[in-house]
């Protein structure tokens, strides 16, 4: 199956400060990758569909400005978050559709703490 | 919209017990189902799938069967082990290019 790393693992900012997740595919070129977010004990919530080309398509809800996605590349996409806030502490995690199928690979998740 | 319900944990078996952690979906259309386990510190993994109605998806002794006239995809395990504690997500997708909706998650603990 495909492997998706994610960079950082974990990161604790300051308020106020941004912060950015990388998301790479390593052996597979995606055009398209997904953003998740995850509350403790809760789901996953997808936030927005990066599409390598063209811009972010952003679930209904997520602010486009705060949480900016770039697909710079077929193997990366990032994640910046944007004068973070205690309540953006979370789980985000990535994932990448592969094959014909469009099966889901997952990155094993950034976790971000705001202080 | 689409959506997934799962029975709600923390669910704490023996181990050797049987397991079983109930999935309902909603959804237009005939969805691919989808089980995923996120083990303690680890991403999701795919467990198990199934792509159309009467399939059963299995893998490391879990089974689920998509019962399109139930719209359930009910996960089993005739006996769990410690080494099966995690959590676990029922998901589906509508079509190939689409997102995962997840349900909320089961967390299992196996005790010795």
């Known amino acids: 199956g495909a492997v998706v790393s994610q960079h950082p693992s974990w990161v604790i900012c300051k308020s106020g400060t941004s912060v950015k997740i990388e998301c790479r595919s390593l052996?597979?070129?995606?055009?398209?990758m997904f953003w998740y977010r995850q509350f403790p004990k809760q789901s996953l919530m997808l936030m927005a569909t990066s599409n390598e080309g063209s811009k972010a398509t952003y679930e209904q809800g997520v602010e486009k400005d705060k949480f900016l996605i770039n697909h710079a590349s077929l193997t990366l996409s990032t994640l910046t978050v944007t004068s973070a806030h205690p309540e953006d502490s979370s789980f985000y995690i990535c994932?990448?559709?592969?094959?014909?199928?469009?099966?889901?690979?997952f990155g094993p998740g950034t976790r971000l703490t705001v202080t | 919209g689409d959506s997934v319900t799962q029975m709600e944990g923390p669910v704490t078996l023996s181990e050797e017990a049987f397991l079983t952690i109930n999935c309902t979906y909603t959804?237009?259309?005939?969805?691919?189902l989808f089980w995923y386990v996120q083990y303690p510190g680890e991403g999701l993994q795919l467990l198990l799938k199934a792509t159309k109605a009467d399939d059963k998806g299995s893998n490391k002794g879990f089974e689920a069967t998509y019962r399109k006239e139930t719209t359930s995809f009910h996960l089993e395990k005739g006996s769990v082990q410690v080494s099966d504690s995690a959590v676990y997500f029922c998901a589906l997708r509508a079509t190939g290019n689409t997102p995962l909706v997840f349900g909320k998650g089961t967390r299992l603990s196996v005790i010795a």
């Open positions: 052996d597979f070129q995606a055009t398209t």
């Open positions: 959804a237009t259309g005939y969805p691919s």
């Open positions: 994932s990448v559709p592969v094959g014909s199928n469009r099966e889901q690979y």
